[in-house]
T-cell receptor, first 112, second 111 residues
Framework: SQTIHQWPATLVQPVGSPLSLECTVE??????LYWYRQAAGRGLQLLFY??????ISSEVPQNLSASRPQDRQFILSSKKLLLSDSGFYLC???????????FGQGTRLTVV | TQLLEQSPQFLSIQEGENLTVYCNSS?????LQWYRQEPGEGPVLLVT?????EVKKLKRLTFQFGDARKDSSLHITAAQPGDTGLYLC???????????FGAGTTVTVRA
């Protein structure tokens, strides 16, 4: 069966520090991968998605970037965090783009 | 503006009551999904509807996809405290296939 791992679960980082969140998927090949951000108790904002290795589509201009160095690995990064980068970050995968998404447990990021 | 509008934003009911959550859009969707999310966790898929007019039942939950594939509803019969959570609808439009989410409805069922 397929599983998705996302880490760390929580992170507190100072303003101006770098960020690296990692997500890996097991049990499937060539998944579509997504990074979402969620404000407290609200809907999900799509940040990045990838349909294959090295391919990244960005949905909103921001202080973040994403990379897909391997088929089942998706990384969210920042060179210098801003206070506004705080939030709940979710990684997800799907078989087809736009189809049912399966989510990781999320990372609660607090920038102080 | 949100592609998918969910209403109401918050819903608090007594155990045993029924509730309905709505998800509306001016766009046509190739499919719509409903997820439930608990605090501090990722959303979990409940159902996908793909055919206009489709009705799907999952125990006490009934999901309906509008005939024009622009809207959907989630109805819970005899709600229980375990139904408490954030309910999210999501859909992919026929022309771009990216999965967009509504803002969610926070449901609280009081014992």
């Amino acid at each position: 069966s397929q599983t998705i791992h996302q880490w760390p679960a929580t992170l507190v980082q100072p303003v101006g520090s770098p960020l690296s969140l990692e997500c890996t998927v097991e049990g499937t090949s060539n998944p579509n991968l997504y990074w979402y951000r969620q404000a407290a108790g609200r809907g999900l904002q799509l940040l990045f998605y990838s349909v294959g290795i090295g391919q990244i589509s960005s949905e909103v201009p921001q202080n973040l970037s994403a990379s897909r160095p391997q088929d089942r690995q998706f990384i969210l990064s920042s060179k210098k965090l801003l206070l506004s980068d705080s939030g709940f970050y979710l990684c997800a995968w799907s078989v087809l783009i736009g189809a049912e998404a399966f989510f990781g447990q999320g990372t609660r990021l607090t920038v102080v | 503006t949100q592609l998918l509008e969910q209403s109401p934003q918050f819903l608090s009911i007594q155990e045993g009551e029924n509730l309905t959550v709505y998800c509306n859009s001016s766009s046509v969707f190739s499919s719509l999904q409903w997820y439930r999310q608990e605090p501090g966790e990722g959303p979990v898929l409940l159902v996908t509807v793909v055919t206009g007019g489709e009705v799907k039942k999952l125990k006490r939950l009934t999901f309906q996809f509008g005939d024009a594939r622009k809207d959907s509803s989630l109805h819970i019969t005899a709600a229980q405290p375990g139904d408490t959570g954030l309910y999210l609808c999501a859909g992919a439009r026929s022309n771009d296939y990216k999965l967009s989410f509504g803002a969610g409805t926070t449901v609280t069922v009081r014992a």
